[in-house]
């Protein structure tokens, strides 16, 4: 995951965006959440994302990332669709997500997905725009 940010000019920052990755299983599963990674056929990891639940009935999709070396295959789609469909089955009714406007790809298929620019009291120190989706 760190290995996209610096493509893009994005620093990691454990101690604060990124803190949630030191427990997944407590930022994520425990709240009622999920963090679902893709692997290679070698079993290395080349994409994930986690759906945090932030409140009633509405999570944040966070850390949704793709290794370049697997970009251009449908994946990123795959790992969004399947975000989606574990939002809806975990009784999401909104998803939204936090992004820096450089990620011009992940926008662009956010977007074709339905989701729309959405105002955020708090957006992490990288992020510069937020995106809100109603779930059908």
Do not use: W
């Not at 290995?3 to 009622?32: C, H, M, N």
């Not at 009935?57 to 994946?75: D, F, N, P, S, V």
């Not at 936090?98 to 708090?122: M, Q």
């Amino acid at each position: 995951m760190f290995t996209v940010l610096g493509e893009y000019g994005l620093k990691p920052d454990p101690s604060s965006t990124d803190a949630d990755l030191d427990d997944i299983e407590q930022s994520y599963f425990a709240r009622g959440g999920t963090f679902c990674v893709l692997e290679d056929e070698d079993g290395s990891i080349i994409g994930a994302y986690g759906l945090y639940p932030i409140e009633n009935r509405t999570c944040e999709l966070r850390k949704m990332y793709l290794r370049r070396t697997h970009r251009g295959r449908g994946l990123g789609k795959l790992l969004l669709e399947d975000a989606l469909a574990s939002a809806g089955e975990l009784g999401f009714a909104t998803v939204t997500l936090e992004t820096a406007s450089v990620l011009k790809e992940a926008i662009a298929l956010y977007k074709r997905y339905g989701f729309v620019p959405c105002p955020s009291d708090h957006l992490a120190a990288r992020c510069d725009q937020a995106y809100i989706l109603v779930l059908r």
